[in-house]
């Protein structure tokens, strides 16, 4: 896994404004089995799309698509940030950069 990926991937789990068990609770899911699943170094265990995207709703935390996005060469925008809006949205808009 990507060093900088899994850093964010941990940093939304460990570090957002929901505690971690909640967390795993929220998206049911062990907290043992998520905490495995954003272990870097354990190469039996990994994330999936799916729970990803549950982390980020819960979390209201898009830093792992926009890292994605970044790596792709897209910028990541929220549908309602668009309108003028400033809260968290799960649709976004996508333009590809000129990079």
């Known amino acids: 896994m990507n060093s900088q990926l899994a850093k964010i991937l941990r940093e939304l789990v460990l570090e957002n404004r929901i505690p971690a068990k909640a967390l795993a609770k929220e998206i049911d899911k062990p907290y043992s089995t998520l905490l495995r699943e954003i272990n870097p170094y354990d ?8 729970t990803l995207l549950q982390l980020m709703k819960c979390a209201e935390n898009v830093a792992p698509l926009e890292y994605m996005a970044e790596q792709m060469g897209y910028e990541l925008m929220p549908k309602e940030k668009s309108r003028g809006k400033e809260s968290f949205a799960p649709g976004a808009t996508y333009s590809r950069s000129t990079m």
């Open 43 to 50: 190469s039996g265990a990994k994330l999936g799309v799916e």
